[in-house]
């Protein structure tokens, strides 16, 4: 599938492996100049190479997105080395501890909070100002299922991705008329290494969950993502997209 995004800009956070990966190097084989922002610098550097070497156009970032000076770097980065930024995708998050919320150490509590949903928070404030002056563009952010559903024994997480969610409703209905279309997107359990912390019997009842019979793949979601991003969506503002499987659907 095509998208049309030649001679623009785009960042994407925890683009150095999973779902980050695979939105970056499908964007960048559409056209973008896109900034492979992660907190590891040597995914970040692997995935950049990859899409150079195909053709495409990339620098590596190193950035913990729970660092305010480290995003606002980042979006520098896109501006110095490519001229502007037009498209963002907030994708850089962790899992966190299972544990129910009464038994939940409040430092974990703290870690995912502060990657999962400060992190978003301090990108839309250093992307949208560096959009804006880019002539307009769009965001997207990764929650989650459990941004719209529970969990027993995540939440920290379901707390974080909830709020991330509510979050791109409240910037999408401040920048919507500005030009900058801000959406989130929730994808069901997808194959990346997030989800390393199962062993293959959670794996297999993990996969119980989805009507459709499987997990999700980073690619699919990323098509998802690049539509969101994309004109074909121009209608798109404050959605919540669900990429599934049918999980929610229930």
Not at 103 to 128: C, K, M, T
Not at 173 to 189: D, E, F, M, Q, T
Request: net charge negative; glycine share 12%.
């Amino acid at each position: 599938m095509k998208y049309s995004f030649s001679g623009r800009v785009a960042l994407v956070t925890g683009a150095g492996s999973g779902i980050g990966e695979a939105i970056a190097r499908l964007l960048a084989s559409n056209g973008l100049s896109v900034v492979v922002s992660d907190v590891s610098a040597d995914n970040a550097e692997r995935v950049a190479k990859l899409i150079n070497t195909d053709g495409g156009q990339a620098v590596a970032n190193v950035a913990d997105v729970a660092r305010i000076d480290q995003v606002q770097a980042a979006v520098a980065c896109a501006v110095d080395m490519f001229g502007g930024l037009h498209f963002a995708v907030n994708n850089a998050g962790i899992s966190g501890d299972q544990s129910p919320v009464g038994e939940l150490d409040p430092a974990a509590w703290s870690r995912v909070i502060d990657i999962n949903l400060n992190g978003v928070f301090y990108g839309l404030r250093h992307q949208i100002p560096a959009i804006l002056r880019s002539g307009g563009g769009a965001i997207v952010n990764v929650s989650s299922i459990l941004g719209v559903v529970g969990d027993a024994g995540n939440p920290a997480y379901v707390a974080a991705k909830h709020a991330v969610t509510g979050l791109t409703r409240s910037a999408a209905l401040a920048y919507a008329a500005k030009g900058v279309r801000i959406n989130s997107i929730h994808p069901g359990y997808v194959r990346t290494p997030i989800l390393d912390f199962l062993d293959e019997s959670a794996l297999q009842e993990a996969v119980g969950l989805h009507p459709i019979g499987r997990l999700g793949t980073p690619d699919e979601i990323a098509h998802a993502v690049a539509f969101l991003l994309s004109e074909g969506s121009s209608f798109f503002a404050g959605t919540q997209l669900i990429a599934d499987g049918g999980y929610t659907a229930r």
